[in-house]
């Protein structure tokens, strides 16, 4: 899978916004974005994916450049709840039976 | 549906003993994978299976490890013999097909060798 790099740790005040950034400069076009994020002492859960589109769900939004070699996954309103390691994690589409492979996320801080 | 579920939540032995973590996926998932996170090494994959079948342990330690799973409900990781170095928190995650955004962790097991 190609790389990502994402930012080792970030801090918001709860209630606002949240933008967290991932670049993937040498993703394929065959490589979807997923992110997954980890709460303590829980395992990692699905929050969004993408191709090239944005893309919004219930948890959050997927925001993807026009170059595709960066994204940002935006928490509308950040709550206590939402702090926690968010994982960048390129697919590509014809991996086949490849698991997902964890970088070392950022670490997310909502401040009350 | 429960999600996966996996037991013990906590598990302290002591160095040497033998330790079965056991993993029970979503129904209806016919993949099933263990990781290990600890803090200097993140997430690691330790093996994965498609129908029961083990499809890749490259991320299996040592010969101490091992995993198996006797039916699609159940799978087991087991570590003899367990040493200090062992300790982690081991995960099990089961998917419809590796890929998709269809991966479901369980709570994980929290493994301390003293």
């Known amino acids: 899978d190609a790389k990502t790099t994402q930012p080792n740790s970030m801090e918001s005040n709860e209630e606002e916004p949240v933008h967290l950034p991932c670049n993937h400069s040498?993703?394929?076009?065959?490589?979807?974005i997923h992110w997954y994020r980890q709460l303590p002492s829980q395992g990692p859960e699905y929050v969004i994916h993408g191709l090239t589109s944005n893309v919004n769900n219930r948890m959050a939004s997927l925001a993807i450049a026009e170059d595709r070699k960066s994204s940002t996954l935006i928490l509308h309103r950040a709550t206590l709840r939402d702090a926690a390691v968010y994982y960048c994690?390129?697919?590509?589409?014809?991996?086949?039976?490849?698991?997902?492979?964890f970088g070392k996320g950022t670490r997310l801080s909502v401040i009350a | 549906d429960a999600g996966v579920i996996q037991s013990p939540r906590h598990e302290v032995t002591e160095m040497g003993q033998e330790v079965t973590l056991r993993c029970k996926p979503i129904s209806g998932h016919d993949y099933l994978f263990w990781y290990r996170q600890t803090m200097m090494r993140g997430l690691e994959l330790l093996i994965y299976f498609n129908n029961n079948v083990p499809i890749d342990d490259s991320g299996m330690p040592e010969d101490r490890f091992s995993a198996k799973m006797p039916n699609a409900s159940f799978s087991t990781l087991k570590i003899q013999p367990s040493e200090p170095r062992d300790s982690a928190v081991y995960f099990c995650?089961?998917?419809?097909?590796?890929?998709?955004?269809?991966?479901?962790f369980g709570s994980g097991t929290r493994l301390t060798v003293v």
């Open positions: 040498t993703i394929s076009g065959t490589d979807y």
């Open positions: 994690i390129l697919r590509d589409a014809n991996s086949g039976n490849t698991p997902l492979v």
């Open positions: 995650a089961s998917s419809v097909k590796p890929g998709s955004y269809g991966y479901t």
